[in-house]
């Protein structure tokens, strides 16, 4: 799930090396925490954060079909 978001993030941004991604995984529970360069914020988040929520919601489903949840952060 790692390499996923990173992938997703890595295409919507402009400076995809400082892309990074931290998974942390405890009981079935996987939190990922997305970083990317402050220029691109607004790229990962959209409008009204609308690309926010997809990136979770497809995140999501990949994780039910793998028998897990995740949350996706997106951190400062």
Do not use: C, F, W
């Not at 497809?58 to 039910?64: N, T």
Request: glycine share 6%.
């Amino acid at each position: 799930m790692k390499d996923l978001l990173t992938y997703i993030a890595q295409n919507l941004v402009e400076h995809p090396q400082a892309v990074d991604v931290q998974e942390t995984e405890t009981d079935g529970n996987v939190v990922l925490e997305l970083r990317v360069d402050p220029s691109d914020m607004g790229k990962v988040i959209g409008r009204q954060g609308r690309i926010a929520k997809e990136i979770r919601t497809l995140m999501r489903s990949v994780a039910q079909r793998q028998g897990k949840k995740v949350s996706v952060e997106i951190m400062d």
